[in-house]
């Protein structure tokens, strides 16, 4: 069954200092992997695509396909950071997208 | 339009009565997804439309949950003889749906509150 976890609903971390949040996923297959970020009083919207290997606002995430995770991780956290962030995985076979629980990043000044 | 629009965006309701939520999606976005979140919970997944078909309603969480997709457009999430449990915000998406580019767009969401 596809399942994606995030371990961590709270996450609270000083600015500057580095942040990871935690996202492990079960799929038989090749997934496309994602994460979407919820600002205070905002939609939900795109974060990182892993398929792009891109760098948004400093935040990275690796596809390790062997530990099933897909962690977001960024060096410097800022106080701008602070949002609600979630992993999903969409199926290529059954054309859906799910979603983690969410993990919500509180960074302190 | 120029994004995911949904209405109402706050509803307020007796339980036992029949709601309606509606969704536009982005034009020429032929899949279209409905969310739950409940309060402190992550998205859950409810029915997923190719076009104006369902190929999986597999999240609905009772009967008493329907949607429908016309044109390829505007869809309806349709709940009869709500209950308490129902209060939730209701997410609609919309995407291409083609290989690596399966990006949603959210709208705002439709806030559900059942008396």
């Known amino acids: 069954a596809q399942r994606v976890t995030q371990p961590e609903k709270l996450l609270s971390v000083f600015k500057g200092a580095p942040v990871e949040l935690k996202c492990n996923y079960s799929?038989?297959?090749?997934?496309?992997l994602f994460w979407y970020v919820q600002y205070s009083r905002q939609r939900l919207q795109l974060l990182l695509r892993?398929?792009s290997r891109e760098s948004i606002k400093g935040f990275t995430a690796d596809l390790n396909k062997g530990e099933t995770s897909f962690h977001l991780k960024k060096p410097f956290a800022q106080e701008e950071d602070s949002a609600m962030y979630y992993c999903?995985?969409?199926?290529?076979?059954?054309?859906?997208?799910?979603f983690g629980a969410g993990t919500r990043l509180f960074v302190k000044a | 339009g120029a994004g995911v629009s949904q209405s109402p965006s706050n509803k307020v309701t007796e339980k036992g009565k029949d709601v309606e939520l509606r969704c536009d999606p982005i034009?020429?976005?032929?899949?279209l997804y409905w969310y739950r979140q409940r309060l402190g919970q992550g998205l859950e997944f409810l029915i997923y439309?190719?076009?104006?078909?369902?190929?999986?309603k597999s999240g609905l969480p009772s009967d008493r949950f329907s949607a429908e997709r016309t044109g390829e457009s505007v869809s309806t999430l349709t709940i009869q003889r709500t209950q308490q449990e129902d209060s939730a915000v209701y997410l609609c998406?919309?995407?291409?749906?083609?290989?690596?580019?399966?990006?949603?767009?959210f709208g705002a969401g439709s806030r559900l509150t059942v008396l």
């Open positions: 998406a919309s995407s291409l749906d083609t290989s690596g580019a399966n990006v949603l767009t």
């Open positions: 799929y038989s297959g090749s997934p496309e």
């Open positions: 892993h398929i």
């Open positions: 999903a995985l969409h199926s290529r076979r059954g054309f859906k997208t799910i």
């Open positions: 034009s020429g976005h032929t899949a």
């Open positions: 439309f190719q076009g104006n078909s369902a190929p999986d």
